[in-house]
Every structure is written in C-alpha cells, then in structure tokens.
C-alpha cells in the first residue's frame, strides 16, 4: 500500500489516544474508589 | 467474578461492558476494512482510508461539544443544580477534546499526503484549531479553585459559549475559499457520491466512535463523582483535625 506510514499512523494515533484515555480513566476510579463506600456509587 | 470485576472497575456496570464489547467489535470492522476491504478512492487514492477514522471522530467531537452545552444549560436552568449535569458536562467536553485532537493529528497526516503539507492556514483547519484550545480554555475554566458549585456555573457559561463556534467550523468551508474539501455525506443536494463499502465503513466508524463516546463519558462522569465525593471527605478531615488543633491550642 501507498503511504503506508500515514495510513497506519493515523489509526495507531486513533486507537492509541482512546486506548490511553480509556485506561487513564479507569486507573483514577480505582484510585479515587478506595476511599469511597457502594452506598455512594450510585450507578451499583 | 462479579466482586473481582467491582474491584478492577468501580465505574463499570454490566450495560458499559457490553457497549465496550459491542464498541470493540465495531471498531475492529471499521479498522479491518477501513485499511483492507474498501477500494482506492478515485482522486483521493489510497489517503482516503484515513477518512474513516478521521470524519466520525470530527463529528463526534462536535456530538460532545453540543451535550456540553445541553447539559451546562440545564444545570443552569436547573432548579436543584444537580451535579450530575456538570459532571456529564465535563466528561463529554474531556472526551470531545480528545476526539477533537485525533481529528487534528489525522487531518493533517491526510493533508501531508493529499496537499503536500501537514498543515495550512485554510478556513476549516483554523476554525478547528481555535475551536479544539477554546475547549482546552473550558478544562482548564473546570480546574480553577473554587466550590464544586462555582466550578459548574463558571464552566456553564463558558461551555455555552464555545459551543457558538460549531457552526462556524462547519460552514467555514462554505462561507470562505477553503483548501478542505466540502461536506460528502451532509451535502445540502443529499446526493452522496460514494461507493457502498466505503459508505457502510463511514457510517460503521460513526456508529463505533458514538459507542466509544459512550463508554467512555459513562466511566468518566462516575470517576468525576468519586474525585468529588474524595475530595469532600478530604476537606471534612482536614476542617475536623483543625478544629482539634485549635480546641488543644486554646
């Protein structure tokens, strides 16, 4: 394929950036869950 | 494996893992066949594959922007000012902001490829540029000092203020001479000049991207809530171990 580099870069980019968010989020809930009880997590 | 999974995602709910897992199926289609099934374009070549992951995450960027918006407004008409509204406010500005930036890299890895360089000062690409550190300006707007209160009417009112800029990225193509090509699928003529495949792609990249924007709005307004409510328990300690150190003081 043509262009290869860009092509794949852009989906890398796309996937990385959600990927990173994606685990940036989780890790700041488990942090900040420690310390609060089920009966505030409104969504259980 | 319930507790096990609580455990390892205290925002997760069983409807999250199955639009993750249905947002995950999608978007290894749109990957597969966005980079081997769909043919070459005509003008564009073998740069219109990154289209597929470029236009869904412009809209959906745009889709988070407007929920911002919606949701600021509510909490300000809101009697009760719930939090929720800022809190959803927030997490979708935080993933549009993310959305807004994969459109920028991919753009202009398109535009390196199609006009030569990574980046002009055309209508589109500028508008989209101010657009994207405006939200940044709303994030940071979300971090100053202040109340959880303060934090929701200062970034309502911000965020109901950028939104005003949408339009104007989207028709800046049409109101100025612009190097970026125009509306395909959103054409007023509503004629669509595109091969099934890669249309059924473009539209399997919308659908995949929303599911994501989903998932990913669903935990960061969960993780919001439990920033705030940690942040509250911290502050109660802090009063009470105060008052105690005057109290022995005295």
Redesign the interface.
């Known amino acids: 394929m043509k262009d290869a580099g860009f092509i794949f870069g852009s989906y890398i980019v796309t996937l990385g950036a959600i990927l990173i968010f994606a685990v940036s989020t989780l890790r700041s809930a488990q942090k900040s869950s420690q310390s609060v009880t089920d009966e505030d997590k409104t969504w259980l | 494996m319930s507790q096990v999974l ?1 455990h ?4 997760g ?1 069983r409807a999250t893992r199955v639009i993750g897992a249905t947002a995950i199926l999608v ?1 290894a289609w749109v ?1 597969v066949s ?2 081997l099934l769909t043919p070459q374009d005509v003008v564009q ?3 219109v ?2 289209m597929y ?2 236009v869904p ?1 412009a809209w959906i960027a745009y889709l988070a922007f407007i929920f911002t918006a919606v949701a600021s407004a509510s909490w300000l008409i809101s009697k009760k000012h719930s939090m929720g509204f800022d809190r959803f406010a927030g997490a979708s500005a ?2 549009g902001v ?1 959305f807004m ?2 459109t920028l ?2 753009g202009s ?2 535009g ?2 199609t006009w030569g360089e990574f980046w002009q000062w055309d209508p589109r690409l500028t508008t989209t540029a101010f657009l994207f550190v405006t939200y940044i300006g709303y994030l940071a707007v979300r971090r100053l000092e202040g109340s959880v209160e303060q934090r929701a009417r200062r970034s309502a009112v911000v965020a109901m203020l950028a939104v005003l800029e949408i339009p104007l990225v989207h028709f800046s193509v049409v109101i100025w001479r612009s190097l970026h090509q125009g509306a395909t699928v959103l054409n007023p003529s509503g004629d669509v000049k595109m091969d099934d495949l890669m249309l059924f792609t473009l539209f399997s990249g919308v659908v995949g991207f929303t599911l ?1 924007f989903i ?2 709005v669903l ?2 307004q ?2 919001m ?3 705030d ?2 942040n509250n ?1 911290g502050l109660d300690s802090a009063i009470v171990a105060r008052r105690a150190e005057g109290s022995a003081n005295k």
């Open positions: 609580q390892s995602l205290p925002t709910t978007m990957v966005g980079l070549g073998e740069s594959r990154i992951v470029h995450s935080e993933v993310m930036a994969i890299v991919t890895l398109w390196r490829l994501v998932w990913l935990h960061r969960r993780t809530l439990l920033v409510i940690a328990q």
